[in-house]
């Protein structure tokens, strides 16, 4: 890659909306030291980031004490980051030079016990969106590594719930047919906030063709994952993420693509979990040592290829952000 095109694509990137639909720090309330780290998406240039602040079966009470936890931290360093209510809030951040923060929940797990006032409780709190469920079955819906007996009548409740908060559904980590019936239903784009494309390379977590056509056809967006394991071979490189944005787009086009990249900032408490690693998998699925995941500074590299590929500014300008604000104005409102 030349020097010539990469700065070609930093350029280009100065110049328009980047957002990161899902990142994860460390899941400790009381440990705020990895926070700081959040600057490398300043230095990369992206505006937006989706932090995630709870997964799986991890108890109702963490995902509160960690949101309440970041919350508390953004806040108190109001001078670089800003809290999103709403899209004036990214705008605003953008012009002040802020990195834009929102937060994501992956699976309806906390709202087992059939409390749909949780959804506005994690709206007002920040969340902008959930996934149905995390790799395991939960009482909305099947996970990608369980025998998936399809959307329950609680999770058509949270699909009806989360419309009229406007809280967007994410079909990530969930089973095929959970998945294909939470797009039939949806009144809203549903996204797969981090997913690849299983032609790309095979993976439970990836997703077939006729999925990325329905979410593509109810308006929905797939953001690409930088996890090694998804994108092949251990390999979370800038070339092989484009090629993965390269293969949905030739698949539905660069109106329904974006930039997920998944970055573990502490990839062994993540190994070290028994949650993530127990409940969250089934017996020889998950992952065996180290993983891989691509950090921000991947972004200028991903559009230097994507030019190279022949995609023009106002594509790359959709997979970069554009996509993902579109869904939001249609389920956040203005």
């Known amino acids: 890659m030349t020097e010539a095109a990469m700065e070609k694509a930093r350029t ?22 990895h926070l700081p780290q959040m600057e490398s998406y300043r230095t990369a240039g992206v505006d937006v980031v989706s932090l995630n602040v ?8 963490s995902h509160i004490q960690v949101l309440a936890a970041f919350r508390r931290w953004f806040s108190a360093h109001a001078d670089r980051y800003a809290l999103v209510a709403g899209l004036a809030d990214i705008d605003r951040a953008r012009r002040d030079g802020k990195l834009a923060i929102l937060f994501d929940i992956e699976g309806m797990a906390p709202l087992d016990a059939g409390d749909h006032g949780l959804i506005a409780r994690f709206h007002d709190l920040g969340v902008r ?15 990608c590594y369980d025998a998936d007996t399809g959307l329950t009548s609680h999770g058509r409740r949270i699909l009806a719930e989360s419309k009229r908060v406007g809280m967007v559904v994410c079909c990530s ?23 690849n494309p299983a032609a790309a390379h095979a993976h439970p977590r990836n997703i077939p063709g006729d999925l990325i056509r329905a979410c593509a056809a109810n308006g929905g967006v797939i953001g690409i994952s930088g ?3 998804l994108l092949g071979d251990r390999d979370c490189q800038a070339e092989t ?12 086009g660069a109106d329904h693509v974006g930039i997920a ?3 573990v900032f502490d990839e062994m408490e993540f190994l070290d979990d028994p949650i993530a690693l127990g409940s969250a998998f089934p017996s020889g699925a998950a992952p065996a040592g180290p993983i891989k995941t691509a950090p921000p500074s991947v972004v200028p590299g991903v559009v230097a290829v994507l030019l190279g590929r022949g995609y023009g500014d106002a594509e ?3 997979i970069l952000g554009g996509n993902w604000r579109r869904v939001a104005e249609q389920v956040w409102g203005a």
């Open 12 to 33: 280009l990137i100065a110049d328009c909306l980047v957002w990161d639909n899902h990142a994860c720090m460390p899941l400790r309330p009381d440990d705020d030291g």
């Open 54 to 61: 709870g997964f799986g079966a991890q108890p109702l009470d």
């Open 129 to 143: 969106w959930m996934s149905v469920a995390y790799n395991r079955n939960n009482a909305a819906g099947g996970g």
């Open 173 to 195: 980590h969930t089973g095929h047919r959970t998945a294909r019936e939470v797009i039939d239903r949806a009144d809203n784009p549903v996204i797969f906030s981090h997913s």
């Open 227 to 229: 996890v090694s394991v």
């Open 241 to 252: 993420i484009a090629r993965h944005i390269d293969h949905v787009a030739q698949c539905v």
């Open 261 to 263: 990249l998944d970055h």
């Open 316 to 318: 790359v300008r959709k």
